[in-house]
């Protein structure tokens, strides 16, 4: 049974550094590229970040780009997603998510994939 389960979320003041974790089981070795998200209340779900099965590809569409940084180990295997510079419009909750392939990254960043973790919440105040 594939699992993604999403840790490293919590509070923290404007300008702060979170590093959130996703915990990945059930895939078949490592080939599955793997994507951040978030959804604040009342808003739509938009991506954050996305990695290739190898690591050595990261597609960043808009929101974090210049301040979020996702890596990978494989050998855990976990995918990471560094967050500087935070800011209260980043409060939401976070999601990764994974899907067996090697697709272009802006697709699976569209959010064309099926499996989903639960989320880490991040709130951005002073």
């Known amino acids: 049974q594939r699992q993604l389960v999403e840790s490293g979320g919590g509070l923290v003041q404007p300008g702060g550094s979170l590093r959130l974790s996703c915990a990945a089981s059930?895939?078949?070795?490592?080939?599955?590229?793997v994507g951040w998200f978030r959804q604040a209340p009342g808003q739509e779900r938009e991506g954050i970040a996305c990695?290739?099965?190898?690591?050595?590809?990261?597609y960043y569409p808009g929101p974090g780009k210049g301040r979020f940084t996702i890596s990978r180990d494989n050998a855990k295997p976990t995918v990471y997603l560094q967050m500087n510079n935070l800011q209260p419009d980043d409060t939401a909750r976070y999601f990764c998510a994974a899907e067996e392939g090697d697709l272009p990254l802006y697709y699976y960043c569209a959010g064309n994939m099926y499996n989903w973790g639960q989320g880490t919440q991040v709130t951005v105040s002073s």
């Open positions: 059930g895939f078949r070795g490592n080939f599955y590229s």
């Open positions: 990695i290739s099965m190898s690591g050595a590809g990261q």
